[in-house]
């Protein structure tokens, strides 16, 4: 409970890895573990951990085009 719904890693890219939790653009809910998980995931070197909405997504494309 709580694991983020994208986790992904980058073959050439050693050391990084994204833990993204996907919600709605409003009034979603994120429960305690999701939190939980989030909160612990973002103390750990390199890991990207963070909530993403669809408005995020041309920037976020961005950076995953740059990995």
Not at 8 to 35: N, T, W
Not at 36 to 56: C, K, M, Y
Request: hydrophobic share 45%.
């Amino acid at each position: 409970a709580g694991l983020p719904d994208v986790l992904a890693y980058h073959p050439d890219r050693p050391g990084l890895l994204l833990a993204y939790e996907l919600k709605r653009e409003r009034r979603f809910v994120i429960s305690a573990a999701q939190q939980a998980a989030l909160d612990h995931l973002e103390t750990v070197p390199g890991i990207d951990a963070r909530i993403v909405r669809p408005s995020e997504w041309p920037a976020l494309r961005a950076v995953l085009e740059d990995l």
